[in-house]
């Protein structure tokens, strides 16, 4: 019999309509979902709150014990699916969970006041101790693996092949131009890493001008040379700081404009060239040289900022000279070059996705003391050495170099981590030495600017998979004594190493057959290489691993990924359905490279663990939504696209356009449909290649639905961009997540030991140096647009207290 009228009865019949509501969603998705051939829970439990809900309304309490069972029913299928995974858990159980409250809640009026209020009290206490048992088992269960013992100690030094030693000193943005990042500095230690203060803090005062905040990036690295720093703001400014106070030395502004800025305002760092045999009192006998957002090459003076007269025109060589007809923002230099035997060798970023006729991706070597042209690298014209004749160009749409060499300057090669060629996600068109040198390390010939050798990561690549990383100069123990090698990152996640003489694997690197068909069937690669020594990535996806803030968008994922094209990694782009690229084009590896520890022969990868959820869209589809290439005006109709990189390029000249859901994020809530975690770090013996430990990097504090930071300090590892450096304190420094802390980590368990709060994001890699015998931590909390992390210009030293 149903209870009497009164309030407590009309919030059970509302609750009623909550459950039916609930349940015809969930009902009407779970039937779309069996019918895509996944799993049938959904169906049934929308069918069972429609009863609960039925029921409910007319103040029955069968309602309740129809929920309590589909709880129940709810519990032993999360269990049997995700065992005691805590965040594969969370949307399976939270939102019913507290359902399931309210509805043992609504027996206290459904029932008489002494007996409903006893049952409700009693099934709630029930509740409370199931929760909290199993809270603690899901806490233990989800303890991360014990750390392996690191390899002890080497008295063997490992060698420098490039012209710097680090110490005091952070003389090149890898440490040096062999990218360890790592320093020999042990003041600052695993004991006394908690007692680091805020030493002193430089604001840049570039920040973004109206209409460019959603290009801003800064990712800068300091270098340190002496008693000063030297270092570069988002649009360029170029600083020069006492490095034990921050206080400005000089600034140089070199008057980049707003419409040059491509995807993102960014410097990730400037170099620093000492002239030999010069007198270093003469002007410019040291020099900082930089690459600027609108293709030059800007050469200053060390010890006062003033551009050096005899370099270039000015103090100023221009890359885009031989390129031919360049938009603003088509054509930017966002790293750092190289200097190597006195030449400075400097690729640049080609806007992606625009037109297949893009401006040309050749590599250049200039003198590092008079700004000449030494030689340039078009890789389809290996005939042409120097600048192309009046009217002609450098050949349009071939892959470019937009990250960071390295440099060896005994065998007199620079390791190029290449980029795609000019539409990434068609190769219909390609030329061969296109698809002989995209994505691939070249070696170049510093002195001829020829290829020495060069390595493919990825065979004809539609996939965004570009080598972003630096390659990191080792000597790698082999039976045969050390070798001379490089290790090579990449964003799939493995990890190649190569003898940096020959180019040739010194570790297994295997060839797999991989998915094929998609809108070009004929030009995907029947295989990929895969390496043998380590890798980054994580098993392929599942319909288990979709993710939500409650049963219906995590539903609602599932539904996504059912009608999705997916094989596992290399999918082949698809038209008429997304596909899913996993990981994406975000890594694995990116930017920030690795971190290696050369005593202890350590490899710290912070990465990033997320699919994208892409379509090529056609090319009359993209015209109707006025989807246009950078420079041009969208029409006023212009609609889809969106502010990350791939979301809605036109690639003119390719039969599609491409659609990018970077991350793979839901509409409204913004949360991501695969499962946590989204980053790691991990150390990895170098030897061996085995893996150490593995950490989640990053907090939930700024992440959350609908953009609202959570402010939960779970560490839920967010995406990352940035490095970390190592010392020989036994201590890792790293930001890059988008929790926007500084941290420092336990070299030998993973574990935090410190972290502070930093005023912008922390997209930029951290440098450690030492002055007056007090050692400095320094890192870039410049924020970053891609990673949605606070926007500032601030440059924060760390030191331990003055006693």
């Keep these: 019999m149903p209870a009497a009228r009164g309030p407590a009865t009309w919030g059970v019949m509302a609750l009623g309509v909550i459950f039916a509501l609930i349940g015809l969603v969930l009902a009407i998705g779970g039937a779309w979902l069996v019918v895509l051939g996944g799993s049938p829970y959904y169906l049934l439990a929308g069918l069972g709150l429609l009863a609960s809900g039925f029921f409910l309304f007319r103040r029955n309490i069968t309602g309740v014990w129809i929920y309590v069972a589909i709880w129940a029913a709810t519990l032993v299928w999360a269990l049997w699916e995700v065992g005691l995974n805590g965040w594969a858990l969370l949307p399976r159980l939270f939102a019913p969970s507290v359902l399931l409250v309210l509805a043992l809640l609504a027996i206290w009026p459904l029932k008489p006041q002494r007996q409903g209020r006893t049952f409700a009290l009693g099934g709630l206490a029930a509740f409370v101790v199931v929760a909290v048992i199993g809270g603690v088992v899901i806490g233990l269960a989800n303890r991360p693996d014990a750390a392996q013992p690191l390899p002890q100690q080497t008295a063997a030094q490992m060698g420098e092949p490039s012209r710097f030693d680090v110490g005091a000193d952070w003389p090149a943005y890898g440490g040096t131009y062999s990218s360890r990042r790592f320093s020999p500095l042990a003041q600052i230690t695993r004991e006394n890493v908690g007692r680091l203060e805020r030493a002193w803090v430089f604001e840049t005062g570039d920040l973004p001008t109206p209409g460019t905040e959603n290009k801003h990036g800064a990712e800068t690295t300091p270098l340190k040379i002496g008693n000063t720093l030297y270092l570069c703001s988002a649009k360029n400014i170029l600083f020069a700081l006492d490095a034990r106070t921050g206080q400005q030395i000089w600034r140089h502004d070199p008057g980049v404009s707003d419409d040059w800025i491509p995807y993102t305002a960014a410097c990730r760092g400037v170099v620093y060239y000492a002239v030999p045999e010069a007198d270093p009192a003469a002007p410019c006998a040291t020099r900082i040289i930089e690459g600027t957002l609108d293709g030059r090459i800007i050469a200053v003076d060390a010890r006062t900022g003033t551009p050096c007269t005899g370099f270039g025109q000015n103090g100023q060589a221009d890359i885009k000279v031989g390129m031919g007809d360049v938009v603003p923002g088509m054509v930017s230099i966002t790293s750092p070059p190289v200097v190597v035997q006195g030449v400075i060798v400097t690729g640049h970023q080609v806007l992606d996705g625009q037109k297949r006729s893009a401006p040309s991706g050749v590599i250049q070597g200039f003198d590092a003391v008079t700004g000449e042209l030494r030689w340039a690298w078009d890789m389809m014209r290996p005939d042409l050495t120097g600048r192309p004749a009046d009217g002609d160009s450098y050949t349009r749409g071939t892959p470019n170099m937009w990250t960071i060499a390295t440099g060896d300057e005994a065998l007199g090669h620079v390791y190029l ?233 036109p690639q003119i000249g390719a039969p599609y356009a491409i659609d990018v859901n970077a991350g793979w994020r839901m509409p409204f809530t913004g949360l991501l449909c695969k499962q946590p975690p989204y980053g790691g770090i991990r150390a990895i013996d170098m030897r061996s290649g085995q893996t150490l430990w593995d950490r989640p990097l990053g907090t939930a504090r700024k992440n959350g639905p609908f953009g609202i930071p959570s402010m939960l300090p779970l560490q839920i590892g967010t995406p990352n961009n940035g490095g970390s450096v190592i010392t020989a304190g036994g201590v890792i420094f790293i930001a890059a997540a988008t929790d926007d802390l500084i941290r420092a980590i336990d070299m030998e368990t993973g574990e935090t030991l410190w972290q502070d709060v930093l005023p912008g994001g922390g997209q930029a890699n951290p440098m450690t140096y030492e002055v007056d015998g007090r050692q400095y931590l320094v890192i870039m909390a410049g924020g970053h647009h891609f990673m949605e992390t606070p926007v500032n210009d601030d440059l924060i030293a760390y030191a331990l207290p003055i006693r």
Aim: charged share 20%.
């Design 417 to 649: 981590p290449m980029g795609n060629s000019a539409v990434d996600y068609w190769s219909g068109d390609r030329a061969p030495e296109e698809n002989r040198y995209a994505t691939a390390l070249v070696a170049l010939d510093v002195n001829t600017g020829r290829p020495a050798w060069s390595f493919q990561t990825v065979r004809m690549d539609v996939w965004d998979y570009d080598l972003g990383s630096q390659a990191t100069l080792v000597d790698f123990p082999t039976a045969g004594g050390a070798v001379p090698a490089l290790i090579l990152p990449s964003k799939q996640g493995d990890l190649y190493v190569l003898d940096r003489r020959t180019g040739r694997p010194l570790t297994p690197v295997e060839d797999r057959a991989v998915p094929q068909g998609g809108v070009e069937p004929a030009q995907r690669a029947a295989t990929q290489p895969f390496s043998g020594y380590h890798t980054l990535a994580k098993r392929n996806l599942t319909e288990k691993d979709m993710w939500g803030m409650s049963p219906i968008d995590q539903m609602a994922c599932r539904i996504q990924f059912k009608r999705a094209s997916y094989k596992g990694i290399y999918t082949p782009p698809t038209t008429d359905r997304r596909w899913i690229q996993y990981p994406g084009y975000n890594g694995g590896s990116d930017w920030g490279g690795i971190a290696i520890d050369p005593q202890r022969g350590v490899i710290i990868a912070n990465y990033n663990d997320m699919p994208n959820y892409n379509r090529l869209v056609p090319r009359a589809e993209a015209d109707a939504m006025g989807w246009v290439p950078h420079g041009e005006e969208p029409p006023a109709n212009a609609r889809g696209g969106g502010s990350a990189e791939g979301a809605g390029d």
